[in-house]
């Protein structure tokens, strides 16, 4: 499975922003797609998780700000973020977990700053 974010970028406080992960190979094995971020100095968070069956979980950080959903086809998952605020200026990374591995892409960054 290989991933690749994109649609990162600089945004205002209180902007949205819709991040985007293709995903190629064996995307009809992945379980769960997740978006993960890191904030510089920081531990990487789990930011949202889609199961295959539509559930979905949320990280504390961007509960009730963030959506994550996914495409009919299984080759893209979104995460809609709203009123972004400059603590929320991070790298995000896609993932998914597939036959009891985790992939990752290449992360996109996102800047939160007037």
């Known amino acids: 499975v290989q991933l690749q974010a994109f649609g990162g970028g600089l945004v205002q406080p209180g902007g949205s922003l819709r991040l985007s992960c293709a995903a190629s190979g064996d995307i009809s094995s992945i379980n769960i797609w997740a978006w993960y971020r890191q904030a510089p100095g920081k531990e990487r968070e789990m930011v949202a998780l889609l199961s295959n069956v539509g559930s979905t979980h949320y990280g504390e950080s961007m509960k009730g700000r963030s959506t994550i959903s996914g495409a009919d086809g299984g080759n893209m998952v979104y995460l809609q973020m709203n009123s972004l605020k400059p603590e929320d200026t991070a790298v995000y990374y896609c993932?998914?977990?597939?036959?009891?591995?985790?992939?990752w892409g290449q992360g996109t960054v996102v800047t939160v700053s007037s």
């Open positions: 993932n998914a977990y597939s036959r009891g591995r985790y992939y």
